[in-house]
């Protein structure tokens, strides 16, 4: 769920075992916890990177020059790979990733007010743009409201 920019703006030093120190919109840190399969994504990734990485770069993501990959350069590898799974690129980008993220996250139970710290969203209202509610969400929000099951009297004076 990060931003292309604090993807691109992780430092080695920001990436630990099990959580990432991310700079959000206007300087604002946060820590993300990692998940098991984005710890192992890291551990994989970290010898290429020490192969890759020029000697004075602070840069997580590296790219073939050596720096700092940039935006551009994570738009097109997501791309590329959107392609290689037949999906069209025009459909989908790296924002509706971290859109999609927003939505599996709520979809699974956790709360608006948790997922939007793990976005790094100041207003919850901004989080709630990216949340999705379907009609079969509705049905069960309406089925658990403790009144469902009430049946009121039908007449006054105790008459039923």
């Known amino acids: 769920g990060l931003r292309i920019s604090e993807l691109v703006g992780l430092d080695d030093t920001?990436?630990?075992?099990?959580?990432?120190?991310?700079r959000g919109k206007g300087g604002k840190e946060r820590v993300v916890f990692l998940n098991d399969a984005c710890r192992d994504a890291v551990d994989a990734y970290r010898p290429l990177r020490q192969l890759t990485a020029g000697p004075d770069c602070r840069a997580f993501f590296v790219s073939a020059r050596r720096k700092r990959m940039s935006r551009d350069a994570v738009h097109a590898m997501v791309k590329k790979t959107l392609l290689r799974a037949g999906l069209d690129p025009s459909r989908y980008s790296a924002?509706?990733?971290?859109?999609?993220?927003?939505?599996?996250?709520?979809?699974?139970?956790?709360?608006?007010?948790?997922?939007?710290?793990?976005?790094?969203?100041?207003?919850?209202?901004?989080?709630?743009?990216?949340?999705?509610?379907?009609?079969?969400?509705?049905?069960?929000?309406?089925?658990?409201?403790?009144?469902?099951g009430f049946k009121p009297d039908k007449g006054r004076d105790g008459e039923k």
């Open 14 to 22: 920001d990436v630990r075992r099990d959580s990432l120190l991310v």
């Open 95 to 148: 924002h509706k990733l971290r859109h999609t993220a927003a939505t599996l996250m709520i979809q699974n139970g956790v709360d608006v007010r948790t997922v939007q710290e793990v976005l790094g969203h100041t207003n919850l209202n901004t989080t709630q743009i990216y949340t999705h509610i379907d009609n079969a969400e509705l049905h069960i929000a309406a089925d658990a409201n403790p009144l469902a």
